[in-house]
């Protein structure tokens, strides 16, 4: 049976990623899908969200370190999913890849809105005329987008991706420098301050927007995988969080001081077209779907395939089958939903608490076994499953309510 297949403890081997790519891959799994949202979820809680924002980082670096300390007490333990299954058995196994997969595949299907967004803005009057069917400049550009990305389908290896990684991470710094640049020099100054230093109206959707900024704990398991030496993964962690957190807060300063409450779900839309810096900070947004999408797109794919019967599972037309419909059922969730701010704020607040808030800590109590004195890192750890609850109960209560209304 293919359940109990995936069941086979395997031999843990080292892989092929240096420091560097594996720093590369961690800092882009961190780095991107919330990276231009947050300057408006910055505007959505007010100055004094920054508290929370901050105190989001710390917190979901200290779980993704409990990831890695659930797979030192077993060799056996090559992913997530082998993580929830030592601590809560098979059902907890299916639940955690059900769970981990619908948040890799909704953020990937971001990705695609992005895309589209952005293209619109630069090219407002575009459209596609099929006979009857029109098909306006965003519903075009997704589907485009989908069809550029089709050859990345065909890459498979973390190592390989480490070098669309570093991409990824420059792309994401020629923004920022860019958008200073606009707001330095284009004339639009830093003078909109924002009226609100605490809004609680919309402070659960800001923290939503946070949350899913530190949202790529299910790909620390194969980047942990793809190192050469596992034991330096405790600093590639700290890499990735300390750049990925700084580049956050500098956009989101940044952007707040020059569009204040104005500053739009993705700060790429406020930006002026007319303007040398604003189209660079544009064009190079079009870059991160095609640094991300891969290295999310892949678990999911390794996930169907280890699934299947062993007759299947290493064909190359069918690997490649499973990649090209992800791709084309991502494209039609985007065409039919193409609200990004909503999406990525319901993805923080069910899926990425779930994934790097709760479950880090829930297995590894489970695992560790720990006897409960009630010390300071218990405590902590109590501390992020009651915040991570809350969270996730205002936050999606919170964007479903805009949502409707």
């Not at 980047?223 to 034991?231: E, L, P, T, V």
């Not at 690997?319 to 090209?324: S, Y």
């Not at 791709?327 to 701010?341: C, G, K």
């Not at 993805?347 to 709760?358: I, K, Y």
């Amino acid at each position: 049976m293919a359940n109990n297949e995936l069941r086979i403890p395997l031999i843990r081997t080292p892989g092929s990623s240096s420091f560097m790519k594996a720093s590369f891959n961690g800092t882009n799994a961190f780095l991107g899908i919330g990276f231009l949202t947050i300057p408006y979820a910055l505007s959505s809680g007010g100055w004094l969200s920054l508290v929370l924002f901050f105190s989001i980082a710390a917190m979901t670096f200290y779980t993704g370190l409990l990831i890695v300390r659930c797979m030192e007490v077993d060799p056996s333990i090559l992913s997530y999913y082998d993580i929830a299954e030592r601590a809560f058995g098979m059902k907890g196994r299916m639940m955690v890849m059900f769970m981990m997969n619908a948040e890799m595949y909704l953020i990937a299907t971001g990705f695609l809105i992005l895309e589209g967004d952005n293209l619109q803005k630069l090219f407002p009057e575009f459209m596609i005329k099929l006979g009857a069917l029109t098909l306006d400049g965003k519903q075009s550009f997704v589907i485009i987008t989908g069809l550029l990305l089709s050859p990345l389908m065909l890459l498979t290896d973390l190592s390989m991706l480490s070098y669309i990684s570093a991409t990824g991470v420059f792309s994401c710094l020629v923004i920022v420098v860019s958008i200073f640049c606009v707001g330095a020099f284009d004339g639009v100054g830093f003078h909109a301050k924002g009226s609100v230093l605490l809004n609680l109206d919309t402070l659960p959707t800001a923290v939503g927007l946070y949350i899913v900024s530190f949202g790529g704990h299910p790909v620390i398991p194969s980047i942990y995988m793809s190192m050469r030496d596992s034991c330096q993964f405790s600093k590639v962690l700290v890499f990735s969080f300390v750049l990925a957190t700084l580049n956050y807060m500098t956009i989101a300063i940044l952007g707040y001081l020059m569009y204040g409450d104005g500053v739009e779900s993705e700060i790429t839309l406020n930006l002026p077209t007319s303007k040398v810096s604003g189209r660079v900070a544009i064009y190079t947004t079009l870059l991160i779907p095609v640094t991300r999408y891969s290295l999310l797109v892949a678990p999911i794919a390794t996930a169907i395939e280890g699934g299947l019967s062993e007759k299947y599972k290493n064909q190359k037309p069918v690997r490649l089958l499973i990649r090209v419909a992800l791709l084309i059922s991502t494209v039609i969730v985007a065409y039919v939903f193409p609200y990004y701010e909503t999406l990525m704020a319901i993805v923080g607040s069910v899926f990425v608490v779930s994934a790097s808030f709760l479950l880090p800590c829930l297995c590894y109590l489970k695992i560790s076994d720990l006897n409960w004195n009630w010390n300071c890192e218990q405590m902590g750890i109590v501390g992020i499953i009651v915040f991570g609850i809350l969270a996730g109960v205002l936050g999606t209560y919170s964007s479903i309510s805009e949502l409707l209304t």
